[in-house]
């Protein structure tokens, strides 16, 4: 597959046009588990590729029981500079609950692990709304992490998907469904806590110390183009984006042929605009109508903003300097609420 990968890149090249290469992620997976040599491989192969900024953000996702001292030492000599690890919580009775393959003492071990390997920036995955997680249990682990000096949390409601065991049990009732009221409250606890501490409420899921901002989840919001790599990888250029065939060996058979395994999916000038609505929405910064105007035109301003009176009405959106900003309650419904912004 590392092969496959390394030739893909190759395969690739002219996707960016030239655009300086400012952060790598390697995700969406089990990255962790890669040989040294391999991860050394494929960020060479990008930075023969592609431009590449000096000052690249290198990210890893890393599962609390992959991260030992030898591979941390490997990360760092390859040139990973950020991690982003998959804690959840750390209470042994939830991870159980969510399947996970590490316990609350691997939660708490990496975290020190990587901090005395010099990954001081780093982000942690923590998970609230669980049927196991009242309120005292998620303070605790938010407390938990502030107190180790994490300098980046990214914070999920959970979701029941179709189909998955736990959504099997569920419908037999053998354990109990997720009550969106107190995901709405541990939610707002969360950003209540975190505005104590000093976080950056930067994005609807991601909380950051300032100057620790993830770059990478940032150019997905501020639609910036970006290449994905691998079986089941989307791309996107600005005006399209395109996702690589999720079945190993189709993209296997594909890449030794030399043909890029993707679909295309060319963007309208409307669906640019809501993309643009529906990602700087969730942003502290929130969606310029002045951008709006300039790139879109003037009736698709007037469109936007008169589709988000009733929300400034109801104190769910603020508006100064023509931006348009989620307040707290807001941010509860900020799917919703984008999607009837959305130019039609």
């Known amino acids: 597959m590392v092969a496959a990968l390394l030739r893909e890149i190759q395969l690739q090249q002219s996707y960016l046009e030239n655009e300086v ?33 000096e000052r690249v953000e290198i990210t890893l996702e890393a599962n609390p029981d992959d991260i030992t001292s030898q591979k941390l030492r490997g990360w760092k000599e390859a040139g990973i500079n950020r991690l982003s690890i998959g804690i959840q919580s750390f209470f042994e009775e939830d991870l159980q609950w969510m399947n996970r393959a590490h316990n609350a003492e691997q939660s708490h071990n990496c975290i020190k692990l990587s901090q005395e390997h010099g990954f ?24 938990t992490a502030i107190s180790y000096g994490i300098h980046h949390l990214s914070c999920y409601a959970l979701t029941v998907e179709l189909k998955t065991p736990l959504s099997k049990l569920i419908k037999l009732h053998k354990s109990e469904d997720i009550d969106p009221d107190k995901q709405s409250h541990q939610f707002l606890l969360l950003i209540q806590y975190m505005e104590e501490a000093g976080y950056e409420h930067y994005e609807i899921s991601n909380f950051a110390k300032p100057g620790f901002r993830s770059k990478h989840n940032s150019s997905y919001w501020q639609g910036k183009k970006y290449l994905g790599i691998g079986p089941s990888a989307h791309s996107f250029s600005g005006l399209s984006r ?41 942003t502290i910064e929130g969606s310029d109508l002045n951008y709006i105007e300039k790139k ?28 348009l900003r989620l307040t707290k309650e807001g941010k509860l419904f900020a799917d919703g609420i984008a999607a009837e912004l959305f130019f039609l």
């Open 21 to 53: 290469v400012e952060t790598i992620y390697l995700g969406g997976g089990t990255p962790s588990l890669l040989e040294m040599e391999d991860c050394r491989e494929l960020i060479e192969e990008i930075r023969s590729s592609f431009a590449v900024s």
């Open 120 to 143: 001081s920036n780093f982000s942690i995955d923590l998970i609230y709304g669980t049927p196991l997680l009242d309120d005292e249990k998620w303070k605790q682990n938010m407390n």
């Open 242 to 282: 395109q996702w690589n065939v999720a079945n190993n060996s189709v993209y296997l058979k594909s890449i030794n042929e030399n043909v890029l395994p993707i679909e295309k999916e060319d963007l309208t000038t409307i669906q640019q605009l809501n993309e643009y609505i529906m990602t700087s929405l969730r």
């Open 296 to 323: 879109w035109g003037k009736e698709a301003t007037i469109v936007v903003r008169s589709a988000a009176i009733k929300f400034i009405n109801s104190g769910k959106i603020t508006t100064e300097n023509n931006l």
